[in-house]
């Protein structure tokens, strides 16, 4: 066979990676984003319009996922579901939606209902507005058309706030001092139902009063109290600005935008100093509270110094997770503890104008002459691949890569991304001050032992 039949055989079979499968994603699809977002709610009743397999999938896929959570009396195996087949899709599904509707409004004790369509019902036609528009006069309920095709989890969160501010809310007067916190997606992000209440914590301590909207009771009030914000503040590089753009338009609130979830004391003691900033809050005050926290934090470092500068100092470290927790990892290791950076991965595939600035972010804001290589992938073949014959001794990723991180890449791994199988997160979190202390409890405790 000649050199040009053998190129043209190569060109006939070559596959297109975009169009097909990825191998264990690090997330799951638009309808489970919508999903995990309203049993985030205390109150929320999601009603699923959508194939059985849908619901139960993200029992696995995505509440298990986020560290082993369970679904609770709306989740899991109790969430009401339209069950669509095949007659459904021939003759439509909206006269059984109609009477889900009805049925779960008589038998769960919600205060938001939370009607998410997935990919039948947008494929068929299924006029879902107008059978949620029946029971609008009747219980406070909303309808997300979340696909599985219009995108993954992080787009699910986006359209359920994007349902809420043109279904919901309207307009209030503007409290002082009151904050909304978005861009933490829960489940996805691992470590939510500790991030959020430390966030609330950390603002009130400057006089701050956060809407954290999740885990708190009175869900549908707190969501309601959203258009009173002085200010919106998002805590991602990406996901959840469309969102605030969105109240902005609506409501006029002004939003801050930070990259991550502040890990440990330099990022905290600058995110406190932004906010107080915009919201003009006395900078004596502030820089009480600053020095204070970092007085004590400081002090509690000092504890494990030696095993680390004995047992792994200067340690290469590779991170593989989204791009929230990448970058708070990332900077928080490397700017605290002296740690290299190998490489960083990040998995929530942002969108491609959002790439430039979340890789700027760590490249520049990282006081070490060894830079990291910067991926963005999300397919665990490609990126175990990218992993293999590098020198870092950590590997900060999910818990795919725990079983055998020590085998294939000789490296000590600790649990930090989607998705978490072999840990249970409840209140265990990184952010702030003491979260960046937690961070080094579980680093150090991978390698400390008798002497």
């Known amino acids: 066979?000649?050199?040009?039949?053998?190129?043209?055989?190569?060109?006939?079979?070559?596959?297109?990676?975009?169009?097909?499968?990825?191998?264990?994603?690090?997330?799951?699809?638009?309808?489970?984003?919508?999903?995990?977002?309203?049993?985030?709610?205390?109150?929320?009743?999601?009603?699923?319009?959508?194939?059985?397999?849908?619901?139960?999938?993200?029992?696995?896929?995505?509440?298990?996922?986020?560290?082993?959570?369970?679904?609770?009396?709306?989740?899991?195996?109790?969430?009401?579901?339209?069950?669509?087949?095949?007659?459904?899709?021939?003759?439509?599904?909206?006269?059984?939606?109609?009477?889900?509707?009805?049925?779960?409004?008589?038998?769960?004790?919600?205060?938001?209902?939370?009607?998410?369509?997935?990919?039948?019902?947008?494929?068929?036609?299924?006029?879902?507005?107008?059978?949620?528009?029946?029971?609008?006069?009747?219980?406070?309920?909303?309808?997300?058309?979340?696909?599985?095709?219009?995108?993954?989890?992080?787009?699910?969160?986006e359209l359920f706030f994007e349902a809420i501010i043109d279904q919901l809310l309207t307009e209030k007067p503007k409290k002082k001092k009151l904050v909304n916190i978005f861009g933490v997606v829960p489940y996805n992000h691992v470590f939510w139902k500790g991030e959020l209440p430390t966030v609330k914590k950390l603002l009130a301590s400057i006089g701050v009063e956060a809407n954290i909207i999740f885990t708190e009771e009175n869900g549908l009030s707190n969501i309601q109290q959203i258009p009173a914000a002085e200010y919106n503040i998002v805590l991602s590089s990406w996901n959840g600005h469309r969102v605030a753009k969105k109240l902005k338009e609506k409501f006029g609130t002004p939003f801050i935008t930070f990259p991550n979830v502040p890990i440990g004391a330099k990022q905290t003691s600058e995110f406190l100093r932004t906010v107080a900033e915009k919201l003009k809050i006395p900078s004596q005050k502030v820089e009480e509270v600053i020095s204070h926290e970092e007085n004590w934090t400081y002090r509690y470092m000092e504890y494990p110094a030696d095993a680390i500068i004995l047992v792994r100092p200067n340690s290469y470290f590779a991170v593989t997770a989204d791009s929230n927790t990448a970058i708070g990892i990332t900077k928080f290791l490397t700017n605290e503890i002296g740690y290299l950076p190998d490489i960083v991965q990040i998995t929530d595939n942002p969108p491609e104008e959002y790439r430039e600035s979340i890789a700027k972010e760590i490249l520049d804001n990282i006081d070490t002459v060894v830079k990291p290589e910067i991926v963005f992938e999300s397919d665990t073949y490609k990126i175990r691949k990218n992993l293999e014959d590098r020198p870092f001794q950590f590997l900060f990723s999910s818990s795919l890569e725990a079983p055998t991180a020590m085998e294939d890449f000789g490296a000590l791994h600790i649990p930090t991304a989607f998705p978490v199988y072999n840990k249970s997160v409840l209140v265990h979190n990184y952010a702030g001050y003491d979260g960046g202390l937690r961070l080094v409890e579980d680093v150090v405790s991978t390698f400390v032992g008798p002497l």
């Open 1 to 157: 066979m000649s050199e040009n039949q053998v190129q043209s055989k190569q060109e006939v079979y070559t596959i297109d990676p975009s169009k097909h499968a990825l191998e264990a994603p690090r997330f799951s699809c638009s309808l489970a984003g919508a999903y995990g977002t309203t049993l985030g709610i205390r109150g929320g009743i999601p009603i699923l319009h959508s194939g059985a397999g849908c619901g139960v999938g993200q029992l696995f896929g995505t509440l298990y996922a986020g560290g082993q959570g369970a679904g609770g009396n709306e989740g899991g195996t109790s969430t009401p579901c339209s069950c669509l087949v095949e007659d459904h899709v021939i003759f439509g599904g909206e006269k059984k939606l109609r009477n889900l509707i009805q049925s779960t409004t008589e038998i769960f004790n919600g205060e938001l209902f939370v009607v998410i369509s997935g990919c039948v019902p947008s494929l068929i036609g299924d006029d879902v507005d107008a059978v949620v528009n029946e029971f609008r006069d009747k219980v406070p309920i909303v309808h997300v058309n979340a696909p599985g095709f219009s995108g993954n989890s992080y787009e699910g969160y």
